[in-house]
């Protein structure tokens, strides 16, 4: 009954599809999905569409910080409304209907249940972004699918699980790492802080690691795309181009870019032991996905590649004023330094 239901909520929404929605966006305060928010809410304006941003966090510690620094933007241009407050907080959620509900911001069910319980027959869609970190990647073909086994112990998976108990008319997206402009969290930028530099790039393991990069507009294209299909509802999609790229390869993509030669040196950590936050932040076996499930069902392609969007994040990344700043390069030393005694032994 509750499939029905859901589904019927899908075929409503797919009927309107073409007039405006009201839409929530429950949008984290921190991390690497922090920037979705932005993008998904100029992906609806353009679609016609009236949207809120509830923002987690303090907008006096962080409103003037990455994608946060662009929301008086968007208000002024209309369309948008931003709100701060904790989405898991029920006082905090705005008053009124949604027609879709986006929730970007829990990672586990205390975070989420709220947020999920208020609009439970209420909006045609509930849209969960997810993630694909909660993936075991199968030994020897590690590419993830959408029915690859997960961490039971993943605070996404007992969410997704829920939105399905309940019969909220619910899909699911699990992002890998995402780029592009106005992020709150390193991707491209730990390469460009040393190839801009003229220093080595120092990457764990043999450097040939595959990982998928997919640039924040396809992101939130993909997340948009999912609105009025009846197909998405009940549905689980891996978030991501089908773009692989190696660790090396990055960095030799950026320094092509930057006119630059690149010296990456790979290393073993259990030699080095650099600490969590000393690391770079991929990874260091293979993670990547297969898009193919939101190609066929939902009809989305990508429009971008890191090759051709390289240029556009260097000069990204130069203006921000970032390469005139000091950066702690002391664990890319430790690395040099222990595989330098290696060499010497």
Request: proline share 6%; charged share 25%; aromatic share 8%.
């Amino acid at each position: 009954m509750a499939a029905r239901g859901a589904r019927a909520r899908a075929r409503a929404a797919a009927g309107g599809a073409g007039g405006a929605q009201r839409v929530l966006v429950a949008n984290t305060g921190a991390g690497a999905h922090a920037f979705f928010g932005l993008h998904l809410a100029g992906k609806r304006r353009e679609r016609g569409h009236a949207v809120t941003i509830l923002n987690a966090g303090d907008p006096a510690k962080v409103g003037g910080k990455g994608p946060f620094a662009q929301y008086e933007r968007l208000e002024r241009e209309g369309g948008v409304e931003v709100v701060w407050g904790d989405p898991a907080d029920a006082g905090a959620l705005p008053a009124g209907e949604f027609d879709v509900v986006y929730d970007n911001n829990g990672k586990d069910l205390a975070a989420c249940q709220g947020m999920a319980d208020r609009f439970k027959g209420r909006c045609s869609q509930y849209i969960f972004v997810s993630s694909a970190g909660m993936a075991v990647p199968p030994v020897g073909r590690p590419c993830i699918e959408e029915d690859t086994p997960c961490k039971e112990s993943a605070g996404h998976l007992a969410v997704e699980r829920y939105l399905a108990e309940a019969g909220l008319p619910w899909t699911s997206f699990r992002p890998l790492y995402p780029y592009g402009p106005h992020t709150a969290k390193d991707c491209e930028h730990y390469f460009l802080d040393r190839i801009l530099r003229d220093r080595p790039v120092c990457l764990p393991g043999p450097g040939t690691q595959l990982t998928s990069l997919t640039h924040v507009e396809d992101v939130a294209e993909l997340l948009a795309s999912a609105v009025g299909a009846e197909k998405a509802v009940g549905e689980v999609y891996n978030c991501c181009a089908d773009n692989y790229y190696t660790h090396e390869g990055i960095a030799q993509i950026a320094a092509a870019a930057a006119g630059k030669e690149c010296e990456v040196v790979t290393y073993d950590n259990a030699v080095v032991g650099l600490g969590k936050k000393e690391q770079v932040p991929f990874r260091p076996n293979h993670f990547f996905a297969s898009a193919g499930k939101a190609r066929r069902e939902l009809g989305w392609e990508p429009k971008h590649t890191l090759e051709g969007d390289m240029p556009a994040l260097i000069e990204d990344f130069i203006a921000s004023g970032r390469l005139e700043r000091e950066v702690d390069f002391s664990a890319d030393d430790k690395v040099l330094q222990a595989v330098r005694s290696v060499a010497n032994a």
